[in-house]
């Protein structure tokens, strides 16, 4: 709430309001509008305008946005399907450790340990892709 610059008198409901468009001041980037509304006073009768709220506008390329867009969403997209593909390795492996659990011979032990390295070592290049992905696309938001 307002207050009347001359008599202090507190106005809640402005008489009308309306947008304006402020140009950047040197070293600014893009614009901002700014609702004002005109209020008056009820005690002295006295005009006087508030800026209710602020909205800043950075002037960028079409071409760009849709750009920023398109690759913001292709990599959402990649990394969507990383953490299926690494949950699913996840499955598999857990699949493996039981695997290798039950069975009593020696060679099939042998054969799924190495599978199970090989499969730990593609989850692990899969978690370092999935974490770029993230960070790639936390710089664009
Ligand atoms: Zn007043």
């Keep these: 709430m307002p207050n009347c610059p001359k008599c202090g008198n507190k106005e809640s409901i402005p008489t009308r309001t309306f947008n304006v468009i402020v140009e950047p001041v040197k070293g600014e980037r893009g614009m ?21 709220s602020k ?28 953490g299926a593909k690494v949950q699913g ?19 099939e032990v042998k054969r799924l340990q190495a599978k199970l390295a090989e499969l730990e070592e593609f989850v692990g290049y899969l978690r370092k892709e999935k974490g770029e992905l ?3 696309a936390s710089r664009l938001r």
């Design 32 to 52: 901002t509008e700014r609702r004002v509304g005109m209020y008056t006073c009820a005690k002295c009768g006295t005009k006087f305008p508030t800026v209710i």
């Design 55 to 82: 909205q800043r506008y950075l002037i960028v390329a079409e071409e760009q946005l849709k750009a920023i867009q398109d690759e913001l969403s292709s990599v959402k997209k990649g990394n969507e399907d990383l």
């Design 89 to 107: 390795m996840a499955q598999q492996q857990r699949e493996m450790e039981d695997a290798m659990d039950r069975t009593a011979k020696e060679n």
């Design 134 to 136: 993230e960070q790639k």
